[in-house]
T-cell receptor, first 118, second 111 residues
Framework: AQTVTQSQPEMSVQEAETVTLSCTYD???????LFWYKQPPSRQMILVIRQEAYKQQNATENRFSVNFQKAAKSFSLKISDSQLGDTAMYFC???????????????FGQGTILTVHP | KAGVTQTPRYLIKTRGQQVTLSCSPISGHRSVSWYQQTPGQGLQFLFE???????NKGNFPGRFSGRQFSNSRSEMNVSTLELGDSALYLC??????????FGPGTRLLVL
């Protein structure tokens, strides 16, 4: 079974600064996807970024980028130029690439509450 | 494209009752997954449907069931509600089996 661990229950950052959220995972799989989702106070789960394990290049989406270290099973999220609207709970999630018992199943970490201060 | 929709958004039930939640996926998406979110257990996978077939199931009792219709809309049912079933229920849809897009959730309170 896969496990995802987010060791930072809470983080805070000043507006316009950079913050990094940590995530580690445990799996014996070689092909998988990793995701970061954010859940603001509205509780709507929003996709932030996706990384395919077979790609060595780190994914980037505007102010959001990841540091994917496959051998270390680490997948951190960097938010640059933090904005007040980035305040949310951030979840790291894992999905196996192949079918079978992986169908449609995301395994989530416990989440990190990020607060951006003005 | 319209996003994933869930109805109702809020629900209050009493112990022993049953409840049905509905999820309409993004147009063209055939896979629908359901999750339960609670403060204590976090986000847990319930089940996944694709083309009206349940392909995957999480570790929940048989009181939790679901189905999917030919238009890909999905429903989940919880029978004999318990206090511990109080949670935010999220559904997510995907075109293939990777990126999932979530609905706003249904908040269920069991009294």
């Amino acid at each position: 079974a896969q496990t995802v661990t987010q060791s930072q229950p809470e983080m805070s950052v000043q507006e316009a600064e950079t913050v990094t959220l940590s995530c580690t995972y445990d799996t014996s799989e070689n092909n998988y996807y990793l995701f970061w989702y954010k859940q603001p106070p509205s509780r709507q789960m929003i996709l932030v970024i996706r990384q395919e394990a077979y790609k060595q290049q780190n994914a980037t989406e505007n102010r959001f980028s990841v540091n994917f270290q496959k051998a270390a099973k680490s997948f951190s999220l960097k938010i640059s130029d933090s904005q007040l609207g980035d305040t949310a709970m951030y979840f790291c999630a894992f999905m196996k690439h192949s079918g079978g018992t992986s169908y449609g199943k995301l395994t989530f970490g416990q989440g990190t509450i990020l607060t951006v201060h003005p | 494209k319209a996003g994933v929709t869930q109805t109702p958004r809020y629900l209050i039930k009493t112990r022993g009752q049953q409840v049905t939640l509905s999820c309409s996926p993004i147009s063209g998406h055939r896979s629908v997954s359901w999750y339960q979110q609670t403060p204590g257990q976090g986000l847990q996978f319930l089940f996944e449907y694709f083309s009206e077939t349940q392909r995957n199931k999480g570790n929940f009792p048989g009181r939790f069931s679901g189905r999917q219709f030919s238009n890909s809309r999905s429903e989940m049912n919880v029978s004999t509600l318990e206090l511990g079933d109080s949670a935010l229920y999220l559904c997510a849809s995907s075109y293939g089996q990777e990126t999932q897009y979530f609905g706003p959730g249904t908040r269920l309170l069991v009294l």
